[in-house]
């Protein structure tokens, strides 16, 4: 059996032991220390805005702490885009609160604008305005966020990213989670950069980043006993994690340049085969970190199936994945309110993400290049 090939697998740069060491050294085993303070800071640079970064436990547990920010509370509604991973939806019951799915548009797979313009005046003609929009950066693709972001200011409602898998993408040159009041980053183990488990909360203001580190510390109030005033949340990041982290940090750039030569190397293998489209960037204005190269089968022109590609992938030992499945059609969200027509589900089900590392070898993309040219020779 041919050496496994990841849709996605980490990439270490060589520093991060010598961070992590220097936290065992200094005794800063702790949801604190200079690596937390070095990460962020990190963090707040590359991002190259007027930011307050957070550093947490989870990606999800920074989309819980910003919706508890926004005030979403039991019985209230927030509003979410539909094709993305669970994790940017099931914050939302842990607040008590219900999902209002939306349904993408076909240039960026994002959040569709009229759809979420259509939601929200029928949520408000029935006395529910959203508490909240969240809005994800799909495998690194911007939303078309000028669009959304006209159509929240118009309700006056306020906007998380959800920039978890897009770290080092920007739309009109400016950094993907920096435009809504929040945005969660995320660096689990198949992100663009990995701390093996972490995630981050953009914030744009000192005084919300001091909030987001006291909700994530179990909301300690200033005592000298433990006294509280609030719920609080056990989601700090450690000082461990972080050291990994600020050693990522130092090979960022060079992760995203390798991510989008693997978007080129997909763009240059289906230039001539027709039916089948690669996921690109709809004009100058979207600049993706390409996280996951993504394609959709058209199975009148190709006669085949995503699926039947998964499986021929499988065959060689590559790993491959369909799109994500839309919320709206998962059974835990069954009851959820949907606004939109076909296109996530139509994705889903012609949608499949292929090998996309930064560690991917020349042989590696020979083979899943024979692969692919063989699959659809047949
Ligand atoms: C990975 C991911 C998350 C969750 O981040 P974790 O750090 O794994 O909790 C949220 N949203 C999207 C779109 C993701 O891909």
């Known amino acids: 059996m041919s050496t496994k090939i990841w849709l996605s697998s980490p990439h270490m740069g060589g520093n991060e032991q010598k961070y992590v060491n220097e936290a065992f050294e200094a005794n800063w085993v702790a949801p604190l220390g200079p690596n937390v303070d070095g990460f962020e800071k990190d963090l707040e640079h590359f991002l190259n805005a007027d930011v307050n970064v957070a550093a947490l436990s989870a990606g999800t547990a920074a989309l819980h702490l910003a919706l508890v920010q926004c005030g979403v509370v039991h ?139 006291f909700l994530s510390t179990q909301a300690r109030d200033n005592a000298p006993h433990y006294q509280h005033s609030e719920i609080g949340y056990n989601y700090r990041m450690s000082n461990i994690v972080a050291g990994i982290g600020r050693g990522q940090m130092e090979v960022l750039s060079s992760r995203v340049a390798a991510r989008r030569k693997m978007h080129d190397f997909y763009t240059a293998l289906f230039k001539d085969m027709d039916g089948v489209q690669v996921l690109t960037e ?84 020979e083979r899943i290049a024979l692969k692919i040219q063989e699959f659809f020779s047949k």
């Open 75 to 213: 019985g209230d509604e927030v509003i979410c885009q539909s094709m993305t991973f669970s994790a940017s939806a099931n914050p939302i019951a842990y607040c008590g609160a219900t999902p209002v799915f939306i349904d993408s548009e076909i240039d960026t797979w994002n959040m569709c604008p009229i759809a979420l313009k259509e939601a929200i005046e029928e949520r408000i003609a029935k006395s529910k305005k959203p508490k909240a929009i969240i809005v994800v950066h799909l495998y690194g693709m911007p939303a078309k966020m000028d669009e959304i972001l006209a159509i929240a200011n118009q309700f006056d409602i306020p906007v998380i990213e959800d920039a978890a898998e897009a770290l080092g993408s920007t739309y009109k040159g400016k950094a993907c989670g920096t435009f809504g009041r929040f945005g969660i980053l995320s660096f689990n183990g198949n992100k663009i950069i990995t701390t093996s488990g972490g995630g981050a909360l953009v914030c744009h203001t000192q005084e919300d980043k001091d909030k987001t580190v």
């Open 282 to 365: 709809p004009s100058s204005d979207f600049y993706s970190n390409h996280w996951l190269s993504a394609i959709v089968v058209n199975q009148e022109i190709t006669g085949k199936t995503r699926e039947d590609l998964r499986l021929a992938l499988l065959e060689d030992n590559i790993e491959s994945r369909p799109l994500w499945k839309p919320m709206h059609q998962q059974p835990v969200f069954a009851n959820a309110p949907y606004y939109g027509t076909d296109i996530s589900e139509k994705l889903f089900n012609n949608g499949l993400c292929l090998p996309s590392g930064s560690n991917l070898t020349d042989e590696e993309r």
